[in-house]
């Protein structure tokens, strides 16, 4: 199976779960900036959460399937069109050989998800199949798609074939619909925990960085946040070493003005950091298109891990919700 790459959309790649274990050697993990909505998409095709999707940024790509599909679309706000006749996100579509489907426009947040039944199937580089644009390793020949790309994808599991036995008289399943519900309008709090350098800035700066209104600026990107507002100083000057940084780590450069390290962030860094974002907030802060307004509010490490714990507790809630109807709609066709 595969399909065709009609109009590229904004930064559209080939992602997965990323490619832990390498950071020692220089290699980035990688993979999707919003996991959650990721695998949404592929569970709704009734693929396992691993599998690779493609994610795209702010306008989506159109596509052509050279053969009956299975698919979903999550993640930010969109409109998409099945030859030219409105499809919904959160749900999935069985999509015919010929037929093209149109992404369009993000209208709020700023990832989506195309997921198809039985993966986005590139050669995998280090146990991933995600790419690495930086180095152009992995995913689609270690780019991001291009017009008249053709992307194999894999074998439908049981399931997604029953699926699309059950959706051949009805391409639009009504009622199977689910979100993660997710506001991105208006300004968002981002929880954050200190970092261990925290008291080393002044007293004015942490009051500034947990108290102030903070923009996500223009020059952000997979890699890292930009954000400007109040500007941040150590109490006095201070000499590091690289060390270890991960995703959501807040960095503070020499202009004061704050970064958090995102998906694709380098493996060592030299800035101060001022904190950490919360593992339960990374994929709202994903989302933040540029121009976003954020505020940091601080919690204890405990409650953060909570906080996470909650979510996986939810999102595995979630799936077992989505394969039930799966499993249903399979049988109701039949």
Avoid at 28 to 39: Q, R
Avoid at 113 to 127: F, M, N
Avoid at 290 to 298: C, H, V
Wanted: glycine residues 10%; positive net charge; aromatic residues 8%.
């Amino acid at each position: 199976m595969a399909f065709t790459v009609i109009r590229k959309g904004f930064a559209a790649s080939v992602q997965d779960l990323g490619r832990p274990g390498y950071q020692r050697f220089g290699i980035i993990v990688g993979g999707v900036m919003d996991p959650p909505s990721a695998k949404l998409a592929n569970w709704l095709v009734a693929n396992p959460s691993p599998a690779a999707v493609v994610e795209y940024s702010f306008i989506g790509p159109t596509v052509l399937f050279t053969e009956d599909t299975l698919f979903a679309i999550t993640g930010a706000d969109c409109q998409p069109q099945l030859d030219n006749r409105a499809v919904g996100t959160g749900r999935p579509y069985l999509a015919r050989a010929g037929q093209i489907l149109s992404i369009g426009g993000l209208s709020s947040g700023s990832r989506g998800y195309l997921a198809l039944a039985g993966g986005i199937d590139t050669v995998p580089w280090l146990g991933s199949r995600s790419t690495y644009e930086r180095a152009g390793l992995g995913g689609f020949k270690g780019r991001f798609l291009k017009e008249q790309d053709r992307l194999p994808v894999g074998r439908p599991s049981p399931l997604a074939a029953g699926v699309m036995k059950g959706l051949a008289s009805e391409p639009a399943p009504g009622g199977c619909f689910f979100s993660l519900r997710r506001s991105y309008r208006g300004i968002r709090t981002i929880r954050v925990t200190s970092d261990r350098l925290w008291p080393r800035f002044s007293a004015d700066s942490r009051r500034q960085f947990l108290h102030s209104v903070y923009r996500v600026t223009a020059s952000s990107d997979r890699m890292g946040y930009r954000l400007e507002g109040a500007n941040l100083v150590l109490d006095r000057p201070l000499e590091l070493y690289s060390e270890a940084v991960t995703n959501g780590s807040v960095q503070v450069p020499r202009s004061g003005q704050p970064i958090i390290l995102m998906t694709d962030h380098q493996s060592t860094g030299g800035y101060p950091r001022i904190a950490q974002v919360a593992a339960v907030d990374l994929p709202l802060l994903s989302q933040l298109p540029p121009g976003s307004m954020l505020r940091f509010q601080k919690i204890p490490v405990l409650q953060a891990e909570k906080f996470f714990l909650k979510q996986a507790e939810e999102l595995a809630f979630l799936q077992r919700r989505v394969t039930r109807r799966l499993e249903n709609l399979r049988t109701e066709r039949h």
